[in-house]
């Protein structure tokens, strides 16, 4: 996996994470204190241990309650698995790529000795090809 598409692949976890989300908005709130000169530093520490943590927890709860209002409407694509892309080794492969968990040169590869997989398996005589001559 290539280093670019391993920063995607993180990406994606780290945005859809509550606790990043919430510590983002914790430090939204606290670094204009840090910034500004007159505010004593243990004004913005006392800020971050007050609403730092119920901040956090808000998100986790959003989140949960944003998870269950879309898997109660069906618009989760995660809730369950295309059982067709799990036999289909090209959907695989597509959807691996997709994840961010092989790079294009890897993709490409494995695309090309599955496609060439799938030509070998084409020529070789079957009983249905024996029958139809």
Request: glycine fraction near 6%; proline fraction near 7%; charged fraction near 25%.
């Amino acid at each position: 996996m290539s280093l670019e598409s391993r920063v995607v692949a993180v990406g994606r976890r780290i945005g859809a994470s509550p606790l990043w989300t919430g510590l983002v908005i914790t430090l939204f709130f606290i670094l204009p204190t840090l910034v500004i000169p007159f505010i004593e530093l243990w004004v913005s520490a006392l800020l971050a241990v007050l609403i730092g943590p119920p901040i956090v927890v808000g998100c986790f709860l959003l989140y949960g309650i944003y998870r269950r209002f879309t898997g109660l409407f069906g618009t989760d694509d995660e809730s369950e698995p295309d059982t067709a892309a799990e036999d289909d080794p090209i959907e695989r492969l597509k959807q691996r790529y997709a994840n961010g968990e092989i790079d294009d040169a890897t993709f490409e590869r494995h695309l090309e000795m599955i496609m060439r997989s799938e030509a070998v398996d084409e020529r070789e005589p079957t009983p249905e090809r024996i029958r139809n001559r």
